[in-house]
């Protein structure tokens, strides 16, 4: 099978390229048959001036400027006042010293069209979904880059069901930020008022019990968690120590500038390291917003999320829980899952990489679990996000059922041997090209029904990303670089 995608900007999440109809697959399609037809989402993603994917993100005080975050705020307040009531927004944040100065900025931005602020501080992305729903808000914020480093920041917006803004509703608060907002404020006496919540922590934490059964406690387990020095710093441990467990913490010291430096799920080596020092059950390491996870076992061997998903779905199968036959996963993760899924009479549903892709073929196919190999792991049930700490806790129960090491309980499938090459070139357009069309096609039928193959043109760099997976190593090695080397000739 052969699929072609474009990057994200955030690394996170892709779409559809605009590749001619011979050289894209859609995810999940039967291998060794190619699609007709291309979707328009890359088309449409390319005339938005400030949304991606996954909201507004770039460098704070150069692409998130105050300037920026304030006509969000404006903006995005307009387009969710639908009614003859006093509108509310809850904003929250992860630990970014940038996060002051744009959480303050939106303050401005919402509250000048008449929106009342309620502040919510540090909490992780699912937490600010979540609460939305729980608080009866119009719309909900979290100002977070993510895995991204202190540097950058973005900002995501719910509406009132929790669920990220469509690509409508997007264009639509676009085309308010580049018009006369000026016109459109509220009165002197109609503007909002902002006030700091207090008790949202502790209701997150009892949110995130209640996804176990009462009976479940996490008593005997000694658990490290790494928080990133970001929006989960607070919740998790807490969370955790709630429920029985014997606690040790990391990356719980944020500072404005530590979120992701050498700690979270995007750098587990600090996790490896403790996990083993202490002897620990388990290692949880979340990202930055907290609304991904990646563990580690008891011998500190890494578990990523296409593990995760597989010992979910077959614990969910088992207590018939799934409301489809299946899940729902990404274009990336490995054959491996695919085939461990159907062995316990499961399918695999692919969407282009990230959760958004993930989420939305949920909704309109009635899956209840997906995500991602990089650990979004969405589970509709609870959240109408990835929420790390909720799918660890998942996990944690099926350890405690089984009551078998973490190893065992996770190690569902044997990976396939997967190879992925980054070719970077000048200018043009290297897969319009026939020897690279041949390439790919030549790729394509020597892996067969064995292995998948998936090029994927970076969007924010020339860079074409070739990766093929298989059950010889070898083959699959070779296929990849006969196309990088395709590339490579037709690039020079």
């Known amino acids: 099978m052969v699929a072609a995608f474009a990057d994200h900007p955030d690394g996170e999440a892709d779409s559809y390229d605009s590749l001619p109809p011979n050289l894209v697959a859609r995810p999940g399609a039967k291998a060794g048959r190619l699609a007709a037809k ?61 996060g002051y100065m744009i959480e303050t900025a939106l303050v401005a931005g919402f509250t000048s069209v008449g929106m009342d602020v309620l502040l919510l501080g540090p909490m992780p992305t699912p937490a600010v979904a979540m609460l939305t729903r729980s608080m009866r808000a119009d719309l909900g ?13 973005g900002i995501k917006l719910f509406g009132p069901d929790g669920f990220k803004l469509s690509d409508e509703v997007e264009r639509a608060i676009e085309a308010l930020i580049d018009g006369e907002l000026h ?51 607070r919740v998790a441990p807490e969370t955790l120590w709630e429920l029985g467990a014997e606690v040790i913490s990391i990356g719980v010291d944020p500072d404005g500038f530590n979120i992701n430096r050498d700690v979270g799920s995007t750098a587990p080596s600090a996790l490896v390291s403790k996990v083993r020092e202490l002897r620990a059950d388990i290692g949880i390491a979340l990202d930055g917003d907290a ?15 296409d593990q995760l998903m597989a ?61 991602e190999q990089s650990g979004h792991i969405i589970m509709s049930d609870y959240a109408t996000t990835g929420d790390g700490l909720v799918a660890a806790l998942q996990l944690l129960s099926v350890v405690k059922r089984q009551e078998r090491p973490v190893s065992e309980v996770c190690h569902c499938f044997d990976p396939l041997p997967q190879i ?18 041949t390439a790919i096609e030549n790729a394509r039928e020597r892996l067969g029904n064995s292995g998948r193959l998936v090029i994927r043109p970076s969007g924010t760099e020339p860079v074409i990303r070739v990766m093929a997976e298989g059950d010889d190593r070898s083959l699959v090695t070779e296929v990849v670089d006969e196309v990088v080397d395709a590339v490579t000739r037709v690039a020079a």
């Open 183 to 233: 016109k459109r404020l509220a009165s002197s006496r109609d503007l909002g008022r902002a006030k700091r919540i207090e008790s949202v922590h502790a209701r997150y934490i009892e949110f995130a019990k209640r996804t176990l059964p009462r009976h479940v406690t996490l008593d005997g387990l000694r658990v490290v968690v790494d928080c990133a020095n970001g929006a989960g710093y």
């Open 141 to 153: 914020v979290m100002i977070s880059a993510s895995h991204n480093p202190y540097e950058d920041n």
């Open 420 to 437: 992925l090459k980054n070719v970077r070139y000048g200018s043009g357009e290297p897969l319009r090209q026939a020897a690279v069309v």
């Open 311 to 371: 010992v979910v779905a077959r614990s969910w199968k088992e207590d018939d829980r799934l409301t489809q036959p299946g899940l729902v996963a990404t274009i990336m993760s490995n054959l491996g899952l695919e085939r461990y899924l159907g062995g316990i009479g499961l399918s695999l549903a692919r969407t282009a990489v990230g959760d958004r892709y993930v989420l939305e073929h949920m909704r309109e196919h009635g899956y209840n679990l997906g995500g």
């Open 291 to 305: 609304d991904r996870v990646i563990i580690v076992d008891e011998k500190g061997h890494i578990v990523d999320g």
């Open 38 to 98: 291309i979707s328009v989402d890359e088309a449409e993603t390319q005339v938005r001036k400030y949304f991606g994917t996954d909201g507004i993100r770039g460098r704070a005080n150069g692409v998130i400027t105050p300037e920026l975050a304030l006509k969000v705020g404006q903006a995005a307040g307009l387009v969710f006042q639908r009614g003859d009531y006093r509108h509310r927004v809850v904003i929250g944040k992860d630990t970014r010293l940038s």
